[in-house]
């Protein structure tokens, strides 16, 4: 549970909390926010150390709140929204450092005296949203309440409540993933706990053989109790029933002691996996994913089950030595080691190979999901079918947040028609796996919402809702899941905008959010992650820095922030041109996947650099003329061209070749073919340049076959030329030409591409200007030349 949670379970700690809150006015702000700051500050990985440091962060903390309060403010309940505008001014009239370090010292005084509490009593446990629960650092979440991973819980009576929250409960300690994907979460005063899988499990079977001994105990008290009750008129019946009352006392106390050594366990791995899951959604994006680490964590949730099954038991029996009437403390802990079953086989529930996020209609796909209880419980002996439907963002935030019962009309609420919807679980007895495979669905059909504004079809999200009912000795089990968000596109040419929704969800997905929303800003730190890793794992090179700082100029244009918003990222033309950033991005991602792979493997390609540095780089080379270099063309969406420096000593830059282009000829072709181009300029500073067929000659084609051609035909090639023009400003401009190739005289050699029109004067033009690009102006024999193609080009 939240710490303000356990803070506010003991009277006497929340009027000491809400009296040092109130100096500052800030006492309603912890209310409101109380996960949400917890969360924030206790992730920081950096403790301030001085001054300048604390008023960074403290500024830092004070825009992020902010920005938090405004996003609560588009919640659906009024009374909420006046609130938040209460906050808002209440913080605008409270300098960023003076609130910070008051929220951060009442932060470090709650740690204090919850964990004073801890040692005596246990704190209740608190029902979270299930969604919620998906996320990572929803570690955090449940101290043993609170509903698991993506999945509600439900018995046959009655549905489980869900509330909607704006953050996630806390821990003491723990481990998690940050809205960015990155690093442990350091808690206040304390060192980084690095929390490893079979350290967890030790400790579990450890508790576990510790719990085990009361057993012997526990059977002793049972048969004492028998005993009394069939010696009712013994002299020592007063004698024994004190001994009994000390024996039951003594189970209790082992009892709730047991419980409190479960409970952060249960913690620890509902943070794991939470983890996990946040990695699954970055591996969306590209990133490296492990996902073998469920299996770990599965084995631990199979240990967890045991456990709480037998200290179920456990205190079942000791419920039947009845005493006294009125028994509180065990009839609490019933019901709080019930929740925490109930909530750990809820958890274990999710989605462990999600679908494709951007979904086409009519496209079959799969699926998968996974139940981390494994053998448990027994349910593998009659597997439950799962069955499966979409669900509109709104249709998902009303289930998540008011916690619409699920019962046999939840089909009806389904956003489209998915053919092969359900499938059967199937146990695995050699790895113990217990899941439901969905091989071969298929959407046919989708409802989509009205449309606001500029908002399309590419903006609206949709997920997949799997969920099940089965029956675990005499209650019944209804758990669900939701994956992660998708995009539903009928034609290919909604890819690149679909893409850009889902990428920005999977980076900047808050931890805790009601589904599916997300911030409309991120800091450039945040983003450039993002595209770097998106770029990296479809082309198989990262960028670098001086790519990225290219990406920032482009994004910021004349402006300077450090925030990068959602429209600057997808929706707002770039300057002068008729796409966004993204759609340029995302064209030379594909352009680099399909047709340049090697080359920019290999750093034959510079890439991401503007026009006019990359002439400014050319100018300054020390190999002069020929030196030329591959820059993305900023003018067309997917084109790449070449710059090069002339035999005027001047820079030429070719007009752009896309796609289409390199169905004909490949780029490495075009480069053997065009003897003005000598050596390649490094993309790193600190390379030389590398001469032309060094660089690309493993990406040549051969150019002649070993079978002889069709007998009454003769071979053609094609070959790229650049015919130069004078552009406006004197400058020499290049325009690649695709010549239609002539019949050779001779099957072994090409002729030129040349039409009839071209005289006898250009083709000597021409023929010399390719040899002038491989004479060293130095050489008497090059002014006189390049004078004679001055003159036949006149």
Request: proline share 5%; net charge negative; aromatic share 8%.
């Given at each position: ?5 356990r ?8 009027a000491?909390?809400?009296?040092y809150y109130?100096?500052?006015g800030l006492f309603?702000l ?5 996960a ?9 990985q ?13 500024l830092k903390?004070n ?8 996003s ?5 309940d ?19 450092l ?8 009442g932060?470090q ?11 005596a ?5 608190m ?5 919620n ?9 449940a101290a ?5 991973v993506g ?5 046959s009576s ?17 481990n ?38 009361c ?6 008290l049972?048969q004492?109790?028998s005993?009394?009750l ?15 009352m000390?024996?039951?006392?003594a189970?209790?106390t ?5 419980y409190?050594c479960?409970?952060?366990l249960?913690?620890?791995i509902?943070s794991?996996?939470?983890n996990?899951?946040r ?8 990133a ?8 770990q964590?599965?084995?631990?949730f199979?240990?967890?089950?045991s456990?709480i099954?037998?200290?179920l ?8 030595v ?8 065990l ?18 529930f999710?989605v462990?190979?999600q679908?494709?996020?951007v979904?086409?209609t009519?496209?079959?796909?799969a ?5 981390l209880?494994?053998?448990q419980?027994?349910i ?14 709104n249709q998902?935030?009303?289930?998540v947040?008011r916690?619409?019962q699920?019962?046999?009309t939840?089909?009806?609420?389904s956003?489209?028609e998915?053919?092969?919807c359900s ?5 695995q007895?050699?790895?113990h796996i217990?899941?439901?495979?969905f ?13 606001k ?8 999200k ?15 089990i ?22 850009a929704t889902?990428t ?10 009601e589904p599916f ?6 800091t450039?730190a945040q ?12 082309t198989q ?12 100029e ?8 450090d925030y990068i ?9 770039l ?12 064209a ?5 996947k ?16 503007n ?6 780089d050319?100018?300054?080379?020390a190999t002069?003329?020929?030196?030329f270099?591959?820059?993305?063309s ?8 070449i ?8 820079v ?5 070749w ?19 181009l000598?050596w390649?300029?490094?993309s ?20 002649t076959g ?13 070959h790229?030329?650049v ?11 290049g325009t ?15 002729m030129?591409n040349?039409d ?5 004067d250009?083709?000597?033009a021409d ?6 690009a ?11 030349i ?8 006149m």
């Open positions: 549970m939240s710490l303000w949670k803070i506010s379970s003991h009277a006497d700690c929340e000491r909390m809400a009296a109130d100096e500052k309603d912890r209310l409101c926010l109380a949400w700051i917890e969360d924030r500050i206790m992730s920081e950096i403790t301030p150390n001085s001054a300048e440091q604390l008023e960074r962060v403290a903390f825009e992020d709140l902010q920005q938090k309060l405004l609560t403010r588009t919640a659906s009024q009374a909420l929204k006046y609130r938040v505008v209460e906050l808002c001014t209440q913080i605008q009239r409270t300098s960023a003076e609130l910070y370090t008051h929220l951060r010292g932060l005084k709650e740690l204090q005296l919850a964990t004073e509490k801890s040692v009593t246990p704190g209740p446990s029902p979270l949203s299930p969604y629960m998906n996320n990572p650092a929803a570690a955090m979440v043993g309440g609170g509903v698991g999945g509600g819980y439900m018995d009655e549905l489980m409540s869900v509330q909607p929250a704006l953050g996630g409960g806390l821990g003491v300690i723990h998690a993933v940050g809205a960015n994907g990155g690093g442990n979460v350091t808690p206040i005063g304390m060192a980084t706990a690095k929390v490893e899988l079979y350290e967890i499990e030790h400790q579990i079977l450890q508790y576990f053989n510790d719990f085990s001994t057993g012997n105990s526990l059977k002793m049972v004492n109790y005993y009394m069939n010696s009712t008129g013994s002299p020592n019946a007063e004698e024994a029933f004190k001994c009994l000390t024996e039951k006392a189970i209790v082992t009892l709730c002691r047991s409190l479960y409970e952060p249960q913690e620890l509902i794991e996996l939470n996990w899951r990695q699954q959604a970055l591996a969306g994006n590209g490296p994913f492990n996902e073998s680490t469920l299996d964590i599965q084995r631990c199979e240990l967890l089950e456990f099954g037998h200290l038991a456990a205190v079942k029996e000791t419920l039947r009845h005493i006294v009437n009125d028994e509180p403390e009839n609490n802990l019933l019901e709080r080691v019930r929740s925490a079953q109930k909530n750990l086989v809820c958890a274990a999710i462990d190979k679908p494709p996020q979904m086409k009519n496209t079959r796909f699926a998968s999901v996974r139940w209880i494994g053998s419980l027994g593998h002996n009659n597997p439950p079918t799962i069955e499966c439907i979409i669900m509109s963002e998902a935030n009303r289930f947040t916690g619409t699920m019962d046999s939840l089909a009806g609420q956003s489209g998915i053919q092969n499938s059967t679980m199937e146990y007895q050699n790895n217990f899941s439901a495979s091989r071969n669905m298929q959407l046919k059909k989708i409802k989509r919402a009205e449309k504004g500029t908002e399309s079809v590419m903006d609206e949709f997920a997949l809702f799997f969920y099940a009912t089965t029956t675990v000795n005499d209650y019944q209804r758990v669900w899941t939701l994956s992660l968000p998708v995009v539903v596109i009928v034609h290919g040419n909604q890819e690149p905008q679909s893409w889902i920005w969800d999977n980076a900047f997905a808050d931890i805790v959010r929303m997300i911030t409309d800003r991120v450039w983003l450039s992650v993002a595209l770097n890793t998106k770029f990296g794992s479809s090179r990262a960028l670098t820095r001086d790519n990225l700082d290219f990406l920032y482009k994004l910021q244009r004349d402006e300077r922030s918003t959602w429209n600057q990222f997808c929706k707002e033309p300057p002068d041109r008729p796409f966004t950033f993204w759609e340029w991005f995302f030379i991602m594909k352009l680099t399909d047709h340049l792979m090697g080359m920019w493997k290999a750093s034959c390609i510079m890439g991401f650099i026009k006019v540095k990359a002439q400014d050319l100018m300054r080379s002069g003329i020929g030196t270099l591959l820059r993305f900023d003018s067309e969406l997917g084109g790449v061209t710059a090069y420096v002339n035999e005027y000593g001047s030429t830059m070719l007009s752009p896309t796609a289409r282009d390199f169905q004909i000829l490949n780029l490495a072709d075009r480069i053997r073919d065009l003897n003005m000598r390649l300029h490094p790193d500073t600190n390379a030389v340049p590398q001469d032309r067929d060094r660089a690309f000659g493993e990406f040549y084609s051969p150019r070993t079978n002889e051609p069709t007998p009454g035909y003769v071979r053609s090639t094609l790229v030329q015919r130069n023009t004078i552009g406006d400003n004197g400058s020499i401009i690649p030409q695709h010549p239609i190739p002539s019949p050779p005289q001779d099957s072994s050699m090409s030129g040349f009839d029109s071209d005289s006898d250009s083709s000597v023929a010399l200007e390719r040899y002038v491989g004479t060293s102006p130095d050489d008497p024999i090059f002014h006189q390049r004078a004679t193609i001055m003159s036949a080009m």
